[in-house]
Every structure is written in C-alpha cells, then in structure tokens.
C-alpha cells in the first residue's frame, strides 16, 4: 500500500468508517454515480472485478476522461467517502442502498448483453440486506427488474428492486449527473419508493414514481427519440444539400421553435454513436421483435444513421475514384467531443470501412490514446498536421476547442489533394473554398446551383410545375410508370 492510501484508510478505520451506498461497477456511470453520492456526503462503497482499476481509483486515478472527474475523485478521496473494493464482502452488508451500474450489452456483439449484470447480481446478493434496496442503473429491457428481484430473493422474501435509469451525457456527465433533468423511479415496494425519493431529495428535477417496466421503457425511449431526431436532421442535411439549401440554419431555426428548444438533437453531421444510443435503438429494436411489434422508425433511424458514415465514403470514391492507396486523414475518433470513447464512434467506423476497400488511414485524435490503436491497421498521427501530411483527403469526424484553430494554410500545403469531407461542419465553407480547400459540408448545398430536378424525366422548367394536377404531369412524362413523381 503506498502513501496515499495508506491515508484514506488510516482516515476511515479512525472514523469506523461504514458505507450507506453502494455502487457496482466502477465503469462510465458507475464512478460518476459512486463520486457524486461521496461528494453529497453518503458513504460510498464502489466496487468493481477490475482489480487494474480499483488500484488506479485508489491512486486517484479514473481509467477514461471526463470533465471535472479527476477534481472530484481526488476531492472525494480526501473526504474519505469513498472507499473501492475489488471484491464482494461483508464490508457491502451495511448499505442500505445498492446502484448497479455494470455494462448491459455491447455495440459490436448483441445490444442486449446481461451476463454482467446477472453475475453481479449473484456475487452481491449473499451481502445485500432485507430492509436494502437494490437499484438497477443499467439499461436493460423490460422485465429486468423484475427477475433481478426474483434472483436475489429467497423463499419468498427478499430485498426491494427498482430501476433508476440514468441519463448522464459522456463530456458532460458530472454536470448532468447534479444537474438532472428529472429523476425516474421504477420501484416495485414501498420501501424502495421512500429509499430512492429520499436519496434524491436535494436533486433538481421532476421526480416520478412508476413501475419498473415502464421506468425500463423511459430509459430506451429517451435514447430512441434522441436517435430518431439525429437521423431526422441527417435526412433533411441530405435534401439540403442537393437543393442547395444550408441544414444548419435549418437546425438552428427548428431548434427555436419552443416545442423543440436549444438542446434538442438536431446537429446534423455522419450520425449518432457512442455506447447508448446505438445500442439502446437496437436493443429496443429487438425487443419489439420479441414481442411482434413492428419498428418502422426505428429501423429507419439506424439505416439513416449507417448511410451517414457510408456517404462519406461514397463522396471520397466520386472525387477520388479508386481509394486503394490513397491517403485519407480521419481528424476526430472519439465519437463525439470532450470524450476519449472510441465505442461505435463515426470516424472509427469510417476508418475500418476504408481499410476494408484498400485506402492507406491516418488518424488523429487529441484525447484517444495512442495505446488505442496499438493493433489496428491504422496510422497514428501525432497532431492534425502529421494527418494531413501527404493525404489525399481528411475527414474531420468529431471536433474539439482547439480544431477551428488550427492553421489551414499549412493543412492545405502538407496535403496531396486538399479535399476535406466536414462531417461536423467545423469550419465555413465558403472561407475553406477561398483558401484553396475543396471544402464538402453535409448538409450544406450550393444555392447557385439549379435545381437537380433533372432526376424527373423532364425537368420542370418551375417548381410549381411539381404540383400540377395529376393529369398534366402525366402530359409532361413526370409520372413514371408506378404513378409517383419518377
Ligand atoms: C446518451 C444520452 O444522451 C444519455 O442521456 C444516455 O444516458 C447515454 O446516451 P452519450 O452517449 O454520452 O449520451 O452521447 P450524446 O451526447 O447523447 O450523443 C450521442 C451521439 O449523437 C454522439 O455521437 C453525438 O455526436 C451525436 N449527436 C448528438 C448528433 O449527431 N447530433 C446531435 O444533435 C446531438
């Protein structure tokens, strides 16, 4: 035991230091959850299999970035409030409330993956009290909650079990976790229902008390209706800019109407990822299958999302023909800025798909470490300017503070071709065209192009030519065979 810790435990022992939470799985959500209850002042103990980062936590150090978590553990691990553990003791037996915070599924394998939470739940449940309430912070589908209150009972009696969905941003998870903007209570006891609400008391936002299967619903729904809103804007992005219309004055004028607000997910760009939301609309997807219900929206979402990662390779093949061997630069792996996650991310996706057909792949990204991609066939550039040296193309796939910074002269000189694919719109287009960029917004047409309404068999010499009666159009050839505008 080194120093530091050597402190936090004299600290507790002194104290008889005993938790009143706890938090399983010291992952994303888990240590967010575990630091923000210690910083409220509960007594937290965390724990997690991960004996590698269970010993980091100790040092005060977190295996992933997130904005102002290093300044919170290292205050937490002051206060003494927390302690970690990797194993499943008796020192759990005193909480009376239990967070399970462990992974329920994976973006690459199935979208509902609950062994982790089932082995967790069976390695907790020798140390979980009867007064306690088990809490499930993990997405899982509908019925979890209930089969977790099964599991840990035994003949007949048994702990509460609720479910208390969370909605914490990557980027912005400390602030959303103090800052939510409402509280959801899926219990199935009385017991639980008081525990939770008194937990809760000191937080903002609406606290609702339902049942467990329609809180399990919140949580995929919430996710879901984020994902179908980013799939709508991309489709709109893709009608934009073939009418030579801007989707980011779009954007931001449906983002004033009230009904939608500032916040709502309408930023255009190569799709949603990350570890949620992919996988909580597949989840979803199948989980309506279970039940045979169809997911028209759903599906449509996640084909429109794919189509975003595979217009930006489209866009490169018509520009560039072949990509066997050429040079692309992909700028930005995290799937979104202010995280270091690489999971589902848009530029990752990319980059394996370019791979895939021949393309020789640079890649940059301020925060993902280079241990990253120790394995993968890529190149790691060290900054912007080692990507861009000698490519062909760069696809910005993600963006950071510093990126509108960078000096585009020197990007254009160092590149083969200066062709840049803008998957955030990060930088003006007109300005990138006059510093020599073949600059691609998405989502952003040209308005001094005509009208590609040449796809029709005859181009409407008007628009309004669009709208005549049926009849006339039929007159004109802009009917094709099955009666729809060809
Ligand atoms: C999401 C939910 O927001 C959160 O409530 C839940 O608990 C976990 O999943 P997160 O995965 O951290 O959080 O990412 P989020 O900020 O929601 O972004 C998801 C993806 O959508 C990112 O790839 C982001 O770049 C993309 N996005 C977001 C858009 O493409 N356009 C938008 O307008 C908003």
Request: aromatic letters at 6%.
């Amino acid at each position: 035991m080194d120093g530091p810790e050597l402190h936090l435990r004299e600290k507790q022992e002194r104290n008889g230091w005993i938790p009143d939470l706890s938090v399983i799985g010291m992952g994303r959500v888990g240590l967010v959850t575990a630091l923000s209850f210690a910083a409220k002042g509960h007594r937290v103990l965390g724990v997690d299999l991960d004996h590698r980062m269970v010993a980091k936590l100790r040092k005060g150090q977190a295996s992933f970035f997130e904005p102002g978590l290093h300044e919170l553990l290292t205050k937490v691990l002051d206060s003494g409030n927390l302690e970690v553990s990797e194993v499943y003791d008796e020192r759990l037996l005193p909480a009376l409330i239990h967070l399970v915070c462990v992974d329920t599924g994976s973006v690459d394998g199935s979208a509902i993956d609950l062994t982790n939470l089932l082995s967790a739940l069976r390695d907790l449940s020798p140390y979980v009290r009867l007064d306690a309430v088990v809490a499930l912070r993990s997405t899982a589908p509908p019925g979890t909650t209930e089969a977790a209150r099964r599991l840990l009972s035994k003949n007949g009696t048994g702990p509460s079990v609720a479910c208390n969905p969370e909605f914490l941003r990557e980027g912005s998870a400390v602030e959303d976790f103090f800052n939510p903007d409402r509280v959801i209570l899926g219990v199935t006891t009385e017991e639980a229902r008081e525990a939770l609400l008194s937990l809760y008391r000191d937080f903002p936002g609406e606290k609702i008390v339902c049942h467990a299967r329609t809180a399990e619903m919140v949580k995929y729904a919430a996710n879901t209706l984020l994902a179908v809103n980013i799939s709508f804007v991309n489709e709109i992005a893709s009608i934009c800019e073939r009418v030579g219309a801007d989707v980011r004055i779009v954007s931001r004028a449906l983002k004033l109407d009230h009904r939608f607000g500032p916040h709502a997910y309408l930023e255009a760009g190569l799709g949603f990822g990350g570890s949620c939301l992919p996988k909580d609309i597949a989840a979803l997807a199948l989980v309506a299958k279970l039940v045979q219900q169809p997911t028209r929206l759903l599906d449509a979402a996640r084909e429109v999302n794919d189509a975003q990662r595979q217009g930006v390779i489209d866009r490169l093949l018509e520009r560039l023909g072949d990509l066997e061997s050429r040079v692309i630069g992909i700028i930005g792996l995290a799937f979104k800025p202010n995280t270091d996650d690489v999971r589902a991310a848009p530029g990752l996706e990319i980059a394996q798909r370019l791979v895939r057909i021949g393309a020789w792949v640079k890649v940059y990204d301020p925060l993902v470490e280079h241990d990253t991609f120790r394995h993968a066939p890529y190149e790691v550039a060290k900054d912007v300017y080692e990507a861009a040296d000698g490519a062909d193309a760069l696809v910005l796939a993600n963006s950071w503070d510093g990126l509108k910074s960078v000096r585009l002269e020197r990007i254009r000189r160092l590149m083969r071709r200066p062709l840049v694919i803008d998957g955030r719109n990060v930088f003006d287009p007109r300005a990138m065209r006059e510093k020599g960029f073949e600059h691609i917004a998405l989502g952003v047409g040209d308005e001094h192009q005509p009208l590609p309404y040449g796809s029709l068999d005859k181009t409407p010499a008007e628009p309004w030519e669009l709208a005549l009666p049926r009849s006339s159009r039929d007159r004109l050839g802009l009917i094709d065979k099955d009666g729809f505008a060809a």
